[in-house]
Structure formats: C-alpha cells, structure tokens
C-alpha cells in the first residue's frame, strides 16, 4: 500500500500527448509534479506508432526525470483494433522506464486483473505502478471490486484518476460550474481510494482561459479529498501547486500543534489546548502529514 501521505507529490499532473516532440521537451522544463505521456485520447489511430516510438524515446532517455512519468496506453480489448493499440504500446513502453501505466475505461474488478495480466504478459517490471481511469458510470458502481485486490493480484495498484469530462457525458449531464452532479462520484472515489491508502487525482479543467473559475475547482477538489489534479495545459500548474499545498496558515498551525505534543512537559498527555482548541493524538498525525507535504 501507498503511505499516507504519498511518497511523491501529485499536485500536477500534466497530460502530454506523446506524439508532440516540442511538448515532451517543454514539459522537461515544467514544474509539474509528474507528466501522463498520452497515447490514447490525444493520438489519432494513424499516428499512434510513431506516438510510441516517442514516448519510448522520452523514457529511455529521462528527459523527464526526476518526475514521475505515467503513461496512458489505449484500452483493454473490446476489439480487434483496440486490442493490437494495446499490445503495441505494452511492447514498446512496458520496460523502457515508465513510473506507472495507466489504463482507461475501467469498469469492474475483472478489468483490473486483466489490467495487470496484460502488463506481466508484457514482461513489466515489479516497479510499474498500475493507475486507473475512474469514468464511467459501472465503474462508479463497481468501486469497491475495482480498488479490492484479485487473487491474482500483485499489488501493482497506486492511484485512480477521475476522467470527469467522459463521465459527465456518459451520465448526460449539462455543463455545470459547481460540479455538483457529480459530487457523489466524486466523493465516492475519494472514499474507495482512501480505504486502500492510493493516490486519488481529480479530472481536467477544460476552459483553459478561466483561471479563476480553475482555481475553484483545485480548491473544490482539495475539500473533497483529492491529492492533485490532472491538467491539460502548463498554465494550469502553477495554480495547481498552489491549491494543493499546504496554506502559511495551515502550516503555522501544524508546526503549533506539533510543538505542543513533543514538548517534554506535556509527555504522555493525551489531550491538548493549543491556542484555545482541543486537540489530541489524531490531529498530531495530521499535522505532521501537513508538513509532510509541506516540505
């Protein structure tokens, strides 16, 4: 299982397609805390071998680094096509270096252990983390079979991401600014990912030119629970960061409370008032996860 906090900071998560040379390159430059290299949705089918060759080439190389570097193969067989997209992008990325390998369109547990047969198909190693796309309505409803371990299991699991926008259309919903209808799916993948201690990232934000209605969202999703959020655009990391860090006054808090706790005159006290509020074990853990984000 992750740790919790997570090891790695996922504030900013920055889809690339892989086809784009320039945009790997910039990415390299980027502040972002980890990059999806994207070989399904932003690829057209006529492009996606030289996608791959590419994305291999970034992998081999480490341009990336020290980022984590997620790759987004195309789905699991649902026909002919889609079945030899994924074949292909497993034999060219599966050992080349990649963090994790992230697949969309879950829907069940099942989907899961076929997710992770097909990467020791591929020779994979242990270290590829598996990540999950989270958007479809069955997946909603499957959560608890998707986050369960299989018997056949080998821990691969790290993280789920919201893919809202396909979501949202699956579910027919109008635009909505507050993200209301989907609140509960949202909540609920907070829920499933928390009982088993993964990364949990929120969806795209779309309207690139609205950063203020962007920067909304960031905070909605941190209430929520979310570690970071996936991107579309670099102008997006900066606000992302910022969201999704710790707070001055979140901060001065935690290292308040963590002071109150180690100090020798208040050992083996199990409750606290610090400045006027109780406080007790749990909220001395929580501090320290703040400033373990924090740093």
Not at 205 to 219: L, P, T, V
């Amino acid at each position: 299982m992750i740790e919790n906090p997570p090891a790695r900071k996922f504030r900013s998560v920055l889809y690339v397609p892989a086809i784009n040379e320039r945009a790997i390159a910039k990415a390299a430059t980027l502040p972002a805390d980890a990059i999806i290299l994207d070989l399904e949705d932003a690829v057209a089918p006529d492009a996606k071998a030289e996608a791959r060759r590419r994305a291999r080439a970034a992998l081999e190389s480490r341009i990336l680094a020290p980022r984590t570097v997620i790759v987004r193969v195309n789905g699991l067989p649902e026909g002919e096509q889609t079945h030899e997209w994924l074949a292909d992008d497993l034999a060219e990325i599966a050992a080349a270096g990649a963090d994790a390998v992230l697949f969309p369109k879950i829907r069940t547990g099942a989907d899961v252990a076929r997710a992770e047969g097909v990467l020791d198909h591929h020779f994979a190693p242990p270290s590829l983390r598996l990540w999950l796309m989270i958007e479809t309505p069955q997946a909603i409803l499957n959560l608890r079979d998707v986050v369960t371990p299989q018997e056949e299991s080998h821990g691969r699991l790290e993280a789920l991401v919201m893919g809202t926008n396909d979501l949202a259309k699956e579910m027919r919903l109008p635009p909505s600014p507050s993200r209301l209808p989907l609140l509960h799916a949202l909540s609920s993948t907070v829920l499933a990912a928390r009982a088993r201690d993964l990364v949990v990232l929120d969806g795209v934000f779309g309207r690139i030119e609205d950063k203020a209605a962007f920067e909304s969202e960031c905070h909605q999703g941190r209430a929520l629970g979310f570690d970071g959020k996936t991107l579309v655009h670099p102008s997006q990391i900066d606000i992302a960061n910022r969201a999704f860090s710790p707070s001055e006054a979140e901060r001065a808090e935690a290292e308040t409370i963590v002071r109150a706790f180690e100090n020798p005159d208040n050992a083996g006290r199990a409750v606290l008032v610090v400045n006027g509020r109780m406080v007790e074990d749990l909220h001395y853990r929580v501090a320290k996860q703040v400033l373990a984000l924090a740093e």
